[in-house]
Every structure is written in C-alpha cells, then in structure tokens.
C-alpha cells in the first residue's frame, strides 16, 4: 500500500511539472485583465453621465453582446469589469481547458512513460485519479493568482472582496469544465489529436449556442450551454450561485466519469474503438515535406476555422462598437498612445486586428511546441534513423509552419473582406489584405524564436514560445489602458507593428521583424545539429 501511494504521489508529481508553469502564466494573466478593466473604467468614465452613455452605448450593441455575453450594469465598475473579464477569458480559459485536458493523460500515455508506471503500481483508474487531482490542482493555482490581480483591481474600484472571490470562480469555472471534458475524450479517443478534435468541437458547439442565444435574446437557450450558466452568475451585480454550482458540478461528473471509464480501456487505446481495420495511409508519406503537412493539417486547419471565425465576427460588428466608443476621450487616448490617429470604426477594426495578430502568434507558438512533442514521445527517431539529415528535417517543418502562418494572413484578409462588405467603412480590399498580412511578421519572429529555443533548450520551449506571446499582448494591451511608459510598451512584440488598417503597416518594421525569425529559426537549424534527442 505504501509503495502504491508513492508511485500515485510520483506520478502525480509527473503530470503537473509541465502544465504547471501555463496555469501559472495564464493566472497572472487573467488577474491582469481584471486589473486593467477595473483601472481603465475608473480613468475613462469618472463621472456617472459617462458612465450612463457607455453603459447605453454597449447595452443596445447586438454583436458585441454576442461575442462578449450579455451587458448588465455597465454603470458600475464591477458591472463593466465582470462583463469585460468574463467576456475575453471565458473563451481563452475554455481552450486552454481543452488543450490540457487531453494532455494530461493521453500525451504521456502516447509517448510510453505512462504505461510502466501503470503496470508497475497503479491501475488504469488510479492513475486516472492522478490525472484529475493534477487538474484540480492546476484549477486552484489558476483561481489563486488570478485572485492577485482581482484584489488589485479591488483596490483600485473600491469593489467588495467577497465580489471578487466569486468573479474569480466564475472565471476560471469554464476552465476547469473543458478541462475536465479534455480528460474525458483522451480516455474515449485513442489519440490526443482525436481527443483535442472532439473537446475542441465540444466548446465550439458551446459557444455558438451561446452566441445565438444572446444575440437572438433566447434565454432558455443560453442555459443549455455551460458558457451561458456563467453569464447568468452575475458577478459583482447579483453573484448568482447555482450557474457556478451547475458549472463546478457538471465538471465533478465528467472528472468522476473518466476515471470510471479508465478500467475499460487497454493502454495506448481509447474507449470508442474502430469496428474496421484502419486503412494503411500512406500519402504524404515520401519526404521530409508530406510529412510535415501531414503532421502539421489537423493543427493548421483548426486554426484557420479559428481565426475565420474571429475575424467575421469582429468585422461584423467593427462599425457598431466603433460608433458607440468614438466619443470617449479615453479610448481616444489609448488609441493614440497605440499609434493610431484615427477614431470610430477604423480604430476598432485595427484594435481587432491586435487580437487576430495574436491568435496567428499563438499558432507559430502552437507549431514550435509541436516540434518538441514530435521529439519528446520519439517520433522523431523515427525520421532522424533514415537518410534524411537533421537539419533538413527541421528546416521543412519550420518552413512548412511559415507558409502556414502566410495563409493565415492571407485568409484574415479574405474573410475580413466579406465580412464588411456593405459596410461603407471606407476601407479598400487592398488595405484589407495589407491589414491581414500586417498579422504575420510577429508570429514568424516567434516561430524562429521557437526553433532556436528548440536547438538549445528544448524543454523550454514551450514555456519560451507561449509566455512570450502572452507577454506581448498583455503588454501591448494593459500597458496601453494604463498609460504605461513607452519604454514598457517597446517590450512588446505587437507594439512595432501597425494596428492596420487604422494605421498603415509599416514594411520596413515588418520586414526587420521577419529577418530576425528567419535568422533565429536559421542558427536554430544550425544548433540543432550538435545536440542529441532529449526525450520526455
């Protein structure tokens, strides 16, 4: 019993040693983005007949209640502080829940370190077990720092504590969710790939749902949707407790449910087997390239539905928010400390842009870390046993995730095209596609950026690649609010690039940004070739 205990402490110890660092950065981010909502209101709207405007403006915009949920005493910091912090973070908390989710378990299992631990002490349930106690213990490190944040912007809007505790289980409550529904598929699903497929549809269904109940105002809708119950918590104006029950329980029952599932799978095997014998798939399969894309497909088509998606809604509804923020001297202000000298919807559509330039660069940061799995679980050996160098493997699958980045831009353009058209935004299709290029410059520099920490400290990598992104956007985004120095603001990647189409690209930037990708993922290349595999 006693070695039983240390091989599930061991391996307990295994699974939170990665995730770990994310949910600490993303904690820190969310209490961030509670700060700045709640600092930025009391600058911009010091009086309540700025306050009342705002709060009219907002409340009768149809598209951003149906991105950002359901307005509610916007007349108030903590009104417009719980709708600003649910409305970004219950989406991000909800994606990285998916993408650790089907970490925890079904990597390591892929990778074989799971399975002589498994057979040395543990069954397939208790380590199950372990699995969800890591994610319960990622969910409480989440809400702890993310309460950091909240008490400063308590602080700063003179909100009530017991407030803000509740905000922060609301926030972190479609985290734990969809982190619970990713433990579940990697026990149903063979594969992290085909788990991460299914959790990701799952949240997508989610959303839209969500989406169509607020916009077309359905409120029995939005409760059949577990993003909906954490509008109806009401956080800082009502702080309604059954939604968040609802939300913490559905999650207990899909923890509780993979772990049941557990015993009634083989290792290495999912639940939901095939009937049929798989078809021997060989396409792709002739060089260094096919396989890269073939790799590399499933990941760069989600993003491409990802940033699709993004982009027709935020160019929907580009001309509404821009009329409604066009007045306030503040959101004037932020606009002109970001380089931007237009006002309305121009500036809205380039403040968008910053957001879609972040999700491409969370792509190259998703392409960089793919590489490290690729080794980490061996498959590597696989490709580096045969004739093909090391260098030239890592070139094309670098080479491969920058066209991918280019087609990302090029598909923002597209979309952003027809999404506005009818508009009269006054906006030309070229300055759309310079607008939809002007988002990959940064994420190739992060691309390079990973290759390089890949070649040198491939156990950084991914810590390297997503904390740098985080760092920029917050940087870029809360620095800007708060009327940070300009000296803080250079560290951010996305303050060298143009807000297009508010601003014109500035090319020569671009082009420097692009140069030091290349040349980081080149000498990356180069040093790849002097280290040995570093598996796990």
């Known amino acids: ?161 017991t407030s803000c505790l509740f905000l922060d289980a609301a926030l972190v409550a479609p985290a734990a969710l969809f982190l619970a529904v990713g433990i579940l598929a990697g026990q149903l699903l063979g594969t992290r790939s085909g788990a991460a497929r299914v959790a990701g549809a799952l949240f997508g269904v989610a959303y839209l749902v969500r989406l169509v109940g607020v916009a077309a105002h359905v409120g029995w809708l939005r409760w059949i949707t577990p993003l909906g119950w954490v509008d109806a918590t009401h956080p800082m104006t009502g702080s309604a407790a059954v939604p968040l029950v609802l939300s ?129 679980v061996g498959l590597a050996d696989a490709v580096l046993v045969t004739p093909v160098a090391r260098t030239r493997w890592l070139a094309v699958r670098a080479a491969v995730s920058a066209v991918t980045l280019t087609l990302l831009g090029v598909t923002v353009a597209s979309v952003l095209c027809l999404a506005t058209a009818g508009q009269d935004l006054g906006i030309s299709a070229g300055q759309l596609f310079a607008a939809g290029m002007n988002t990959v410059p940064v994420a190739v520099l992060v691309l390079g950026a990973g290759v390089l920490v890949f070649a040198t400290a491939p156990r950084l990598t991914s810590v390297a690649v997503y904390g740098l992104v985080a760092w920029s956007f917050l940087d870029e985004l809360v620095g800007g609010a708060v009327n940070a120095p300009n000296w803080v603001l250079d ?25 030091i990708g290349v040349g980081c993922a080149a000498l990356g290349v180069g040093l790849f070739a002097r280290r040995d595999l570093v598996l796990s």
């Open 1 to 161: 019993m006693h070695a039983e205990r240390r091989a599930w402490f061991a391996a307990l110890r295994q699974l939170t040693v990665s995730p770990r660092r994310a949910a600490a950065a993303w904690g820190l981010a969310f209490g961030l983005v509670v700060y700045s909502s709640t600092a930025a209101y009391v600058h911009a709207y010091p009086s309540m007949t700025q306050r009342l405007f705002l709060a009219h403006s907002l409340g009768a915009n149809v598209g951003l209640q149906a991105l950002f949920g359901p307005t509610r005493a916007l007349d108030t910091v903590g009104g417009f502080a719980a709708w600003r912090s649910l409305g970004m973070l219950t989406i991000i908390g909800s994606i990285w829940g998916v993408l650790t989710g089907t970490w925890l378990l079904r990597c390591e299992e892929e990778a074989g370190r799971w399975e002589t631990l498994v057979s040395a002490r543990l069954t397939r349930r208790r380590a199950a077990a372990a699995g969800v106690t890591a994610a319960g213990l990622l969910v409480a490190e989440l809400f702890v720092l993310t309460t950091l944040g909240t008490l400063l912007g308590a602080a700063a809007g003179h909100l009530s504590i």
């Open 248 to 376: 913490f329980g559905l999650t207990v029952v899909l923890a509780g449910v993979a772990v049941v599932v557990a015993d009634r799978r083989d290792l290495g095997a999912g639940v939901w087997q095939r009937r049929r014998e798989a078809r021997g798939g060989t396409a792709l399969l002739s060089g260094p390239a096919g396989l890269a894309i073939r790799l590399t497909g499933p990941a760069a088509l989600g993003w491409l539905a990802s940033v699709a998606t993004i982009s027709v809604v935020l160019g929907l509804v580009s001309k509404s928010v821009g009329e409604s923020t066009a007045k306030s001297q503040f959101v004037n202000g932020y606009l002109d400390r970001l380089g931007v000298s237009h006002a309305g919807s121009l500036a809205e559509l380039g403040l968008a842009m910053l957001t879609v330039s972040a999700m491409i660069a969370l792509s190259a940061a998703g392409a960089a870390s793919a590489v490290r799995e690729t080794e980490s």
């Open 491 to 515: 560290l951010s990647l996305f303050h060298h690039i143009a807000l297009a189409p508010a601003a014109d690209p500035r090319w020569a930037t671009n082009a420097v940004l692009v140069a």
